[in-house]
Nanobody
């Protein structure tokens, strides 16, 4: 079992920045690929970014590429999502997730999920 707790969400103006954190506990964090997803009201949960277990491979949704950066510090059992140049369409609940295999862009690939943190971008 892996428990995930997100933090760092909040209200920010268009063009602002936020850094989300996801703290993991339980089984060895470094064995898991990690992902960030988001879900806006009335919409399906969508992929944002993912990072391999060692941190050497990252990939992003086209909608956030160049603005968001995913990173991890395995010694701290934590994964981060740095979000810059935020837009109103980034407003959503953001979830981190853990995958014991390779990670990916599909919700179904992930084994464990956090409870989410709200990000609201005002125009």
């Amino acid at each position: 079992q892996v428990q995930l707790v997100e933090s760092g969400g909040g209200l920010v103006q268009t063009g602002g920045s936020l850094r989300l954190s996801c703290a993991a506990s339980g089984r060895t964090f470094g064995s898991y690929a990690m992902g960030w997803f988001r879900q806006a009201p009335g919409k399906e949960r969508e992929f944002v970014a993912a990072i391999s277990w060692g941190g050497g491979t990252t990939y992003y949704a086209d909608s956030v590429k160049g603005r968001f950066t995913i990173s991890r510090v395995n010694a701290k059992d934590t994964v981060y999502l740095q979000m810059n140049s935020l837009k109103p369409e980034d407003t959503a609940v953001y979830y981190c997730a853990a995958d014991y295999n390779y990670g990916g862009a599909s919700v179904g690939e992930y084994d464990y999920w956090g409870q989410g943190t709200q990000v609201t971008v005002s125009s």
